[in-house]
C-alpha cells in the first residue's frame, strides 16, 4: 500500500507541471477553428450528426463535431472561455491517461516501485506520447482512443463482472466515433483475450466483434473509403514526400511503401525511429552530423527494447498455460503494440501509434520489474552492472519526459503565433461573411491572443538540440 | 528510482513557481524574437508602434541593448511577416525612415523584407546610420 501510494505521489508531482504545459496551448487554428466553426453554425445536434456523417469520403467519425457542440454549449452554460474549456478536457484527458497508467501497472512492493520509476518518464517521454498530446479536432481524439485502449486493459486484469461487456464496447463506440484508430480498442480486446487476462470474457469478445463488424457495414453504406497511399505526406528513407509525391512514387505498386511503413511503424515504437516515416539515422549518415536527440532517443529506446525482448524470451517459452498474471499483461502490451504497426500502412504518424505507445510503458514496466527481481540471485558485479544500466536508460528517459514541457511551449508559441495569421487586418475581405462565424472566429483569436506564452528565445538556447526534433 | 524522483521534485518546484513564464518584452524585442501575437497584444493594448523601445542584447545585436522602433526591428529580424503586420496595425514609414530601413536591410538581407519596402534599386547608403549603429552603449 506504501509503494502504490508513492507511485501515485511520483505520478501527480510529474503530471501536475505537465498539465500546466499542455493548459497553456492554445485552441489550435489548423484541425480545430473550422470543427467550431462547422459546429457553430447548426441550429440543432441532431442536424449537425445527421450531416458530419458525410463531410468526409475516407473518414467517419460522427462524434468528432457533436463533441466540439457539446463544448461550445458548455462554454455558453458556464460562462468560460472557449479555452479554459477545450484544454481542459485535453488536461483531463492527460491525467485520466497517467491514472489508468498507474491503475495497468499495479505497483505491490519496492520493486515495483522501482520499475515504475522507469516505466513512467517512459510513458510521458517516449515521442507518440508528446504527439498525441500535441493532437486537437478540437478535443484531442487520439488521447480519447488511448484513454479507451487504458481502460480495456485495467478491466482485462480485474476478475470479470456482467458490465464489463457493455461499458467496453461502450468505449469501442466512443472511440470508434471519433477516429478511425478507435479499432485499437478492439484490438486491445482481442489481445486481452488471446492472452488469456480474466477480464475478457467470451461475451466480451462476441459483442465488441459484432460492434466493429457494425463500424464496417455502416462505413460501407455511407460509402466512406478507407484512406491509401496519398492520402497523406510520409516518409520513406531520409525524405519526406508529400501526398501527392507519395501517390506519384507508389501509388501504382504500394505494396513495398506498405511494407516499408508497417515496419517502419514497429520500429518507431521500438526504437523511436523512423519519425513520420524519416530516418533521422539516414539523414546523420548523409550529412555526418548526429544530433544529441538522436542519440538519446536511440539509446534509451534500445536498451529497453532489449529489456523487452529479454522478457519476452525468458518467460514466455513456457506456454501460455503457464503464464503468470505479469506475463499476460505483457503479451497483450505487446501485442497491441504489434498490430498498431500496422495501421500505418498507408503513412506514418506518431500519433497512430500512441496507443502501442501507452502499451510499450506497460510492457517495460513488466520486464524491468522482472530484471530488478533477479538482482540478489546474481554476482555482485552484474548486479551492478544491470542497476547501472537502468538507471542510465530512466535518466535518459527522465530526461525525454522534461523535454515534453519544451515541446508543449514551443508549440504554444506556435499557436499563439498563428492566431495572427487569422482575422488579418490588411485582408479584410478574406473575413467571414456569416456573423455567427466572424464572432465565434473573432473570440478564439481574442482568447489565443491574450494569453501570453512563454518565447523559445527566453528558454534555454540548448533545448533546441536536444528535445526537438 | 532516482532520474525519476529528480523529474518529481523538479515537477513540485516548476508547479509552485512556474516553468518559463512568459517574459515582459517591449513591443520592439516581441518582433525581434518572431512574437507577433505578444506584439499584436502590445499594440492593441494601446502601444505605438511607431515609438522606439529597448531591445536587450542578445536578440538583435550581440553584446549591447538597442533601441529601435519595431518596424526597425522587423527588418533587423529579418521578420517579413512581422514587418507586414506592424503595417497592417499602425506602423508607418516615412521617407528618411524608408531610406535607413532599405540600408539596414542590405545588411540583413531579406527576400520579403525587400519586397514590403518597395523599390528593387540598391539604396545610396551614404551617410547612413543604421538602427543598430544608433545604440547607446
Given at each position: ?469 | ?27 520592439s524585442e516581441?518582433?525581434a524574437t ?20 529597448r531591445v536587450r542584447a542578445g536578440l538583435l545585436t550581440s553584446d549591447y541593448e538597442v533601441t529601435v522602433?519595431?518596424?526597425e526591428a522587423?527588418?533587423g529580424a ?26 539596414y536591410?542590405?545588411v540583413r ?21 543604421l538602427p543598430v549603429d544608433r545604440a547607446a552603449r
Amino acid at each position: 500500500m506504501k509503494h502504490q501510494a508513492i507511485a501515485w505521489l511520483l505520478a501527480a508531482l510529474i503530471t501536475l507541471p505537465l498539465a500546466g504545459s499542455l493548459f497553456q496551448l492554445p485552441i489550435q487554428v489548423s484541425d480545430s477553428l473550422e470543427a467550431i466553426v462547422i459546429s457553430t453554425k447548426y441550429a440543432t445536434a441532431s442536424q449537425l450528426l445527421e450531416d458530419s456523417l458525410r463531410f468526409s469520403p475516407t473518414t467517419f467519425r460522427p462524434l468528432r463535431y457533436l463533441q466540439t457542440r457539446w463544448l461550445l454549449d458548455a462554454t455558453g452554460a458556464a460562462d468560460l472561455t472557449y479555452n479554459a474549456v477545450f484544454r481542459g478536457v485535453h488536461v483531463l484527458l492527460l491525467v485520466l491517461l497517467v491514472v489508468l497508467f498507474v491503475l495497468a501497472v499495479r505497483v505491490r512492493g519496492q520493486t515495483d516501485l522501482a520499475a515504475f520509476a522507469v516505466a513512467l518518464p517512459i510513458l510521458i517521454g517516449i515521442h507518440t506520447f508528446v504527439a498525441m498530446l500535441q493532437e486537437a479536432f478540437p478535443v484531442n481524439h487520439y488521447a480519447e482512443v488511448g484513454v479507451c485502449v487504458l481502460a480495456v486493459l485495467v478491466l482485462a486484469q480485474r476478475p470479470p463482472r456482467w458490465f464489463f461487456a457493455p461499458l467496453i464496447c461502450l468505449l469501442l463506440a466512443l472511440a470508434l466515433s471519433v477516429i478511425e484508430s478507435g479499432a485499437m480498442v478492439w484490438v486491445m480486446v482481442i489481445c486481452c483475450a488471446a492472452a488469456g487476462l480474466r477480464g475478457i470474457t467470451r461475451t466480451t469478445v462476441a459483442t465488441t466483434t459484432a460492434l466493429l463488424a457494425g463500424y464496417f457495414v455502416l462505413r460501407h453504406a455511407l460509402d466512406i473509403a478507407s484512406p491509401g497511399i496519398g492520402g497523406h505526406g510520409s516518409g520513406f528513407g531520409a525524405t519526406f514526400y508529400s501526398s501527392e509525391e507519395l501517390a506519384q512514387r507508389f501509388g501504382a505498386h504500394p505494396l513495398g511503401l506498405i511494407a516499408y511503413n508497417v515496419a517502419g511503424g514497429l520500429a518507431s515504437l521500438l526504437l523511436s525511429e523512423p519519425r513520420q516515416g524519416v530516418y533521422s539515422l539516414a539523414i546523420a549518415w548523409r550529412d555526418g552530423v548526429v544530433h544529441p536527440i538522436l542519440a538519446i532517443n536511440l539509446v534509451s529506446s534500445l536498451v529497453t527494447t532489449a529489456l523487452l525482448v529479454w522478457y519476452g524470451v525468458r518467460h514466455l517459452r513456457a506456454g501460455r498455460a503457464s503464464w503468470s498474471d505479469r506475463n499476460r499483461l505483457f503479451v497483450a502490451a505487446s501485442g497491441v503494440m504489434v498490430v498498431n504497426a500496422v495501421l500505418t500502412a498507408a503513412y506514418i504518424k506518431d500519433e497512430i501509434i500512441s496507443p502501442g505507445g501507452l502499451c510499450y510503458a506497460v510492457a517495460a514496466f513488466i520486464a524491468c520489474a522482472s530484471l530488478l527481481e533477479t538482482l540478489p540471485r546474481r554476482a555482485l558485479v552484474a548486479s551492478v552492472a544491470i542497476a547501472a544500466l537502468l538507471t542510465l536508460d530512466a535518466a535518459l528517459w527522465t530526461f525525454r519526459a522534461a523535454g515534453v514541457h519544451y515541446v508543449l511551449r514551443y508549440a504554444a508559441f506556435k499557436t499563439r503565433n498563428d492566431w495572427v495569421e487569422v482575422l488579418r487586418e490588411d485582408k479584410r475581405t478574406d473575413w467571414p461573411q456569416d456573423p455567427r462565424e466572424l464572432a465565434v472566429t473573432q473570440r478564439i483569436r481574442d482568447e489565443a491572443l491574450v494569453r501570453r506564452v512563454a518565447s523559445p528565445s527566453f528558454m534555454p538556447r540548448w533545448a533546441d538540440r536536444y528535445w526537438v526534433e | 528510482m532516482v532520474p525519476c524522483v529528480v523529474l518529481a521534485v523538479l515537477g513540485a518546484w516548476w508547479t509552485v513557481a512556474g516553468l518559463w513564464p512568459a517574459d515582459d518584452v517591449t513591443l520592439s524585442e516581441a518582433v525581434a524574437t518572431r512574437n507577433n501575437a505578444e506584439a499584436l497584444r502590445l499594440i492593441r493594448l494601446g502601444t505605438n508602434p511607431n515609438e522606439p523601445f529597448r531591445v536587450r542584447a542578445g536578440l538583435l545585436t550581440s553584446d549591447y541593448e538597442v533601441t529601435v522602433t519595431p518596424v526597425e526591428a522587423a527588418v533587423g529580424a529579418q521578420r517579413a511577416d512581422a514587418l507586414r503586420m506592424l503595417l497592417a496595425n499602425g506602423a508607418t514609414i516615412d521617407g528618411n525612415e524608408m531610406r535607413v530601413l532599405r540600408c539596414y536591410e542590405q545588411v540583413r538581407r531579406d527576400s520579403g523584407i525587400r519586397e514590403l519596402l518597395g523599390e528593387s534599386r540598391a539604396p545610396d547608403c551614404d551617410g547612413v546610420r543604421l538602427p543598430v549603429d544608433r545604440a547607446a552603449r
